[in-house]
T-cell receptor
Framework: GEDVEQSLFLSVREGDSSVINCTYT??????LYWYKQEPGAGLQLLTY?????DMKQDQRLTVLLNKKDKHLSLRIADTQTGDSAIYFC?????????FGGGTRLMVKP | DAGITQSPRHKVTETGTPVTLRCHQT?????MYWYRQDPGHGLRLIHY???????DKGEVSDGYSVSRSKTEDFLLTLESATSSQTSVYFC?????????????FGPGTRLTVT
């Protein structure tokens, strides 16, 4: 099955950019999703990218996909304290999503 | 927000007792999923359903069963709860898929087995 790896923790200062990385193993992944989870809540879909794209921008969010290296990243511009949360990447292969372990983003004022 | 509710939101139960968690959707989506979330493991798929009475196993299905008798309801049953099933359980839904299977999540149920 698919393996999805993320670093556990990222700390940034308010106003800086954050970059959260994800590597995956299944080259047949079609869509790749980013979810956000705030404390005590469910997962919220942030954005996704189709596998034939290199980049997708959505307001402060930029998703980069390197299909050759099976590497996905999420950049958050002008990071705010409200962005503090756990971020999950989830590649889709077939009709299933496989979730990484999540990256906890801490934003310092 | 997608119309997904889970009940109960919190439950404490004893080892060996049966437990049923309910997921209810108002979106009329075909696909429904049950995941568990544990520290260091992200979300792992327990079971999913692709229609009324149509279900299949996920990655961590041992000790769990599911039923879907109506489009809007998906039940997860722990026949005899064990301490290893202490976790946060999330339900998710996705629409009739074209190519993408983006999933929308409920608020979660925190289950503690003592």
């Amino acid at each position: 099955g698919e393996d999805v790896e993320q670093s556990l923790f990222l700390s940034v200062r308010e106003g800086d950019s954050s970059v959260i990385n994800c590597t995956y193993t299944d080259s047949s992944s079609t869509y790749l999703y980013w979810y956000k989870q705030e404390p005590g809540a469910g997962l919220q879909l942030l954005t996704y990218i189709f596998s034939n794209m290199d980049m997708k921008q959505d307001q402060r969010l930029t998703v980069l996909l390197n299909k050759k290296d099976k590497h996905l990243s999420l950049r958050i511009a002008d990071t705010q304290t409200g962005d503090s949360a756990i971020y999950f990447c989830a590649p889709q292969a077939g009709n299933m999503l496989t979730f990484g372990g999540g990256t906890r983003l801490m934003v310092k004022p | 927000d997608a119309g997904i509710t889970q009940s109960p939101r919190h439950k404490v139960t004893e080892t060996g007792t049966p437990v049923t968690l309910r997921c209810h959707q108002t979106e009329n989506h075909r696909y429904m999923y049950w995941y568990r979330q544990d520290p260091g493991h992200g979300l792992r798929l327990i079971h999913y359903s692709y229609g009324v009475k149509d279900t299949d196993k996920g990655e961590v299905s041992d000790g769990y069963s599911v039923s879907r008798s109506k489009t809007e309801d998906f039940l997860l049953t722990l026949e005899s709860a064990t301490s290893s099933q202490t976790s946060v359980y999330f339900c998710a839904i996705s629409r009739e898929p074209g190519y993408s299977y983006e999933q929308y999540f409920g608020p979660g149920t925190r289950l503690t087995v003592t």
